[in-house]
């Protein structure tokens, strides 16, 4: 386990270690609450009467339950009791449950149901209440059981306030015929007014620390109309990442905790887990190690997803890079020697790769493996020369080039061996870099060998092993300055077959059992509330292939359940 390092924290106003391919640049030229303080806004001015001001919220579904989520804004500290109501049309006529539950201070007067008793595949229409006082109406589904033939999910990860309006989240909120969202982490950032970002303000205004302060982020997060409208209209599966806590977080600190100033890392961290199971609709795993919030999905035959956990709960320190380009956000030019080498430094930690591994190799009538994870798999390199020479130069030390041998575990499950075949049709999801990327996932993209000799061939795919997508972010700073490199990038990494750094939007994946596809969607602007968007690309893995070809844009289903009204 590394130790902590402590560093004074200067303002942000670029992108910390999403700013790695700046980095780039210069390596590729030297190479060639606790109840209701909402910050004197609309909410507290509605907080002298009973209401529900934070929407309503669906997640994690199973086969026969969903979880659903409300906060009730209530005028004093007291309980209240919470009345809810499911049923199978919009206007909440074929009542299938009803119940109620106690709301109050010890869960900032969050509402959690999971309920139970459900058809499998169903689409489900939900309301709270207190009293006579009403709830909107929510929308949500079940999953699927036995033959699936079609699966449609929208990803999206980094939504920073502080840099524009949530268009994004508007756009998936639309799309009727979805059968789940996955945000891949950043929901929240704890960053102060003017640490990173300028075009709105945070509540409060300075870097949330405390359980209060944690709430109160969460809290007007859940106010944004966009956000609100996503979550009222589909169920969402998500994780975090790291600013649910705090920037590039590890274990046992992160590069934007000072413990001098800011305290214990441990008691921040359980601050950040309790609000974030507070305000969202997430199941706990595990109640006796809320760190532990790895799980996994079976979506009828269809796929099988897995959503990992990557920061704090085993992850060893970030190293040094060896040539530091940007020292306070840790990021540099380094290679696969050192430090970089040791076999037992965890990014997921044995207990959790166990388990992923166990799954991959264990879910034959899973046409597809899903893994939804939050930073980048493939290796992304500013010089690209084969493993054996220990000459590549790599750029992130957060994502999991920085990590080398434990994803060498994945690659060697992926490949197969004597005891155990190998592992086709996954398809890795990833957020964090605040920009678009397609990938073929190889072990040494850049050894032009067959793949019989451990190669990979950049022309025809050969030798990959699976695919990865990578979400742009909903607000966060891309690169916008540098889409010029994109040519040299992709020179040094052949497995890329998709780059964009400087659009804001989601992706659409639509699922058969013949392919994975997935569509980039961008935004016209963040600046303020616009309803323009467009498509870009496409790209998609075909069953039993393992790497990447064009695709097309694909057609809403024919028949979509009715949004909540």
Same mark, same amino acid.
């Given at each position: 386990? %590394?130790?902590?390092?402590?560093?004074?924290?200067?303002?942000?106003?670029?992108?910390?270690?999403? +700013?790695?391919?700046?980095?780039?640049?210069?390596?590729?030229?030297?190479?060639?609450?606790?109840? /209701?303080?909402?910050?004197? +806004?609309?909410?507290?001015?509605?907080?002298?009467?009973?209401?529900?001001?934070?929407?309503?919220?669906?997640?994690?579904?199973?086969?026969?339950?969903?979880?659903?989520?409300?906060?009730?804004?209530?005028?004093?500290?007291?309980?209240?009791?919470?009345?809810?109501?499911?049923?199978?049309?919009? @206007?909440?006529?074929?009542?299938?449950?009803?119940?109620?539950?106690?709301?109050?201070?010890?869960?900032?007067?969050?509402?959690?149901?999971?309920?139970?008793?459900?058809?499998?595949?169903?689409?489900?229409?939900?309301?709270?209440?207190?009293?006579?006082?009403?709830?909107?109406?929510?929308?949500?589904?079940?999953?699927?059981?036995?033959?699936?033939?079609?699966?449609?999910?929208?990803?999206?990860?980094?939504?920073?306030?502080?840099?524009?309006?949530?268009?994004?989240?508007?756009?998936?909120?639309? #799309?009727?015929?979805?059968?789940?969202?996955?945000?891949?982490?950043?929901?929240?950032?704890?960053?102060?007014?003017?640490?990173?970002?300028?075009?709105?303000?945070?509540?409060?205004?300075?870097?949330?620390?405390?359980?209060?302060?944690?709430?109160?982020?969460?809290?007007?997060?859940?106010?944004?109309?966009?956000?609100?409208?996503?979550?009222?209209?589909?169920?969402?599966?998500?994780?975090?990442?790291?600013?649910?806590?705090?920037?590039?977080?590890?274990?046992?600190?992160?590069?934007?905790?000072?413990?001098?100033?800011?305290?214990?890392?441990?008691?921040?961290?359980?601050?950040? /887990?309790? &609000?974030?199971?507070?305000?969202?609709?997430?199941?706990?795993?595990?109640?006796?190690?809320?760190?532990?919030?790895?799980?996994?999905?079976?979506?009828?035959?269809?796929?099988?997803?897995?959503?990992?956990?990557?920061?704090?709960?085993?992850?060893?320190?970030?190293?040094?890079?060896?040539?530091? /380009?940007?020292?306070?956000?840790?990021?540099?030019?380094?290679?696969?020697?050192?430090? $970089?080498?040791?076999?037992? #430094?965890?990014?997921?930690?044995?207990?959790?790769?166990?388990?992923?591994?166990?799954?991959? #190799?264990?879910?034959?009538? @899973?046409?597809?493996?899903?893994?939804?994870?939050?930073?980048?798999?493939?290796?992304?390199?500013?010089?690209?020369?084969?493993?054996?020479?220990?000459?590549? =130069?790599?750029?992130?030390?957060?994502?999991?080039?920085?990590?080398?041998?434990?994803?060498?575990?994945?690659?060697?499950?992926?490949?197969?061996?004597?005891?155990?075949?190998?592992?086709?049709?996954?398809?890795?999801?990833?957020?964090?870099?605040?920009?678009?990327?397609?990938?073929?996932?190889?072990?040494?993209?850049?050894?032009?060998?067959?793949?019989? $000799?451990? %190669?990979?061939? %950049?022309?025809?795919?050969?030798?990959?092993?699976?695919?990865?997508?990578?979400?742009?972010?909903?607000?966060?700073?891309?690169?916008?300055?540098? =889409? &010029?490199?994109?040519?040299?990038?992709? &020179?040094?990494?052949?497995?890329?077959?998709?780059?964009?750094?400087?659009? #804001?939007?989601?992706? /659409?994946?639509?699922?058969?059992?013949?392919?994975?596809?997935?569509?980039?969607?961008?935004? !016209?602007?963040? !600046?303020?509330?616009?309803?323009?968007?467009?498509? @870009?690309?496409?790209?998609?893995?075909?069953?039993?292939?393992?790497?990447?070809?064009?695709?097309? =844009?694909?057609?809403?289903?024919?028949?979509?359940?009715?949004?909540?009204?």
């Amino acid at each position: 386990m %590394g130790q902590q390092r402590s560093r004074r924290k200067p303002k942000r106003e670029g992108l910390d270690r999403r +700013n790695f391919l700046k980095s780039a640049a210069a390596g590729l030229a030297a190479s060639t609450l606790p109840l /209701l303080p909402e910050g004197g +806004n609309a909410a507290q001015a509605q907080a002298a009467t009973l209401s529900f001001v934070h929407g309503v919220a669906s997640g994690d579904p199973l086969q026969d339950r969903v979880i659903l989520w409300t906060r009730v804004t209530v005028p004093g500290a007291g309980p209240v009791t919470v009345g809810y109501v499911i049923a199978t049309d919009p @206007a909440l006529l074929t009542i299938v449950q009803t119940g109620s539950t106690i709301a109050d201070a010890s869960s900032d007067h969050t509402v959690k149901i999971d309920a139970a008793g459900l058809e499998a595949g169903r689409t489900y229409y939900y309301r709270f209440n207190v009293g006579t006082v009403l709830s909107p109406i929510g929308r949500t589904k079940t999953l699927p059981v036995g033959n699936v033939d079609r699966l449609r999910i929208a990803v999206a990860s980094c939504s920073s306030l502080a840099h524009g309006f949530f268009n994004a989240y508007a756009r998936i909120a639309e #799309r009727a015929d979805l059968d789940l969202v996955l945000h891949l982490g950043d929901y929240i950032y704890e960053y102060g007014n003017g640490d990173f970002g300028a075009a709105r303000t945070y509540e409060p205004a300075h870097e949330i620390l405390t359980l209060a302060d944690y709430r109160q982020r969460h809290g007007q997060y859940k106010r944004e109309p966009e956000l609100q409208e996503l979550h009222r209209q589909h169920p969402i599966v998500a994780i975090w990442d790291d600013h649910e806590f705090a920037n590039n977080a590890w274990t046992g600190g992160a590069e934007n905790h000072s413990p001098d100033t800011e305290g214990d890392w441990a008691t921040r961290v359980a601050f950040a /887990l309790q &609000a974030y199971y507070e305000w969202m609709p997430t199941r706990v795993p595990d109640a006796n190690d809320l760190r532990r919030n790895w799980r996994n999905f079976s979506i009828g035959n269809l796929a099988d997803l897995y959503m990992l956990e990557e920061r704090v709960g085993a992850r060893d320190v970030q190293l040094e890079p060896q040539v530091a /380009l940007l020292p306070e956000a840790g990021l540099g030019v380094f290679r696969q020697t050192g430090e $970089f080498t040791d076999p037992a #430094r965890q990014l997921l930690g044995v207990t959790q790769e166990d388990w992923l591994i166990t799954g991959l #190799r264990s879910a034959p009538q @899973a046409k597809w493996k899903l893994i939804g994870q939050g930073v980048m798999f493939a290796q992304l390199k500013v010089v690209g020369l084969p493993n054996a020479t220990r000459l590549s =130069q790599f750029l992130n030390v957060d994502q999991w080039d920085g990590y080398n041998p434990r994803r060498d575990r994945i690659f060697d499950a992926l490949t197969g061996n004597e005891q155990n075949d190998a592992v086709d049709n996954v398809v890795v999801l990833t957020g964090d870099i605040h920009c678009s990327w397609a990938a073929d996932i190889t072990p040494d993209p850049n050894r032009l060998l067959g793949p019989r $000799f451990g %190669g990979y061939n %950049g022309l025809t795919g050969a030798g990959s092993r699976a695919v990865e997508f990578v979400c742009t972010s909903i607000t966060s700073a891309g690169l916008d300055n540098l =889409q &010029a490199l994109v040519p040299v990038i992709r &020179a040094n990494n052949p497995h890329f077959k998709y780059i964009n750094l400087n659009q #804001r939007g989601y992706m /659409l994946l639509d699922i058969t059992p013949e392919r994975v596809s997935n569509e980039w969607w961008y935004v !016209d602007t963040i !600046d303020r509330r616009d309803a323009g968007q467009s498509f @870009a690309i496409a790209f998609e893995n075909r069953r039993n292939e393992n790497r990447l070809r064009r695709g097309t =844009q694909s057609a809403p289903k024919a028949v979509a359940p009715l949004p909540a009204p």
